[in-house]
């Protein structure tokens, strides 16, 4: 049986679109906890053995002023710092062909 770091990159290979943390735990019932602690792993796990991939983030957006979140920032904001919003565009992630 596959581990969830498995199943998750065998999810973001599949899917042709970009998946957020919670597109990601409802398709695999998991917590969205649990797959953004995964997520650094997983991207470390690709660049090593998929050479030619790469796990993308499309980071966070502010939807009410447009606010476009570092990926250090955080990988699941909450607030806006610029206007206090939180109505949040959360990340997306992605694998890629390099």
Not at 16 to 21: D, R
Not at 47 to 68: H, I, S, T
Request: overall charge positive; aromatic content about 6%.
């Amino acid at each position: 049986m596959p581990t969830r770091r498995e199943r998750i990159i065998e999810l973001l290979l599949k899917t042709g679109e970009p998946l957020s943390l919670r597109d990601i735990a409802l398709t695999l019932e998991e917590k969205e906890k649990a797959i953004a602690r995964d997520i650094k792993h997983i991207a470390k796990t690709v660049k090593r053995q998929y050479r030619d991939m790469q796990l993308v983030m499309y980071p966070a957006v502010c939807r009410k002023c447009g606010y476009v979140f570092s990926k250090s920032e955080n990988i699941d904001p909450g607030r806006c710092p610029r206007c206090k919003s939180e109505w949040i565009e959360k990340p997306k992630f992605k694998i890629i062909q390099k």
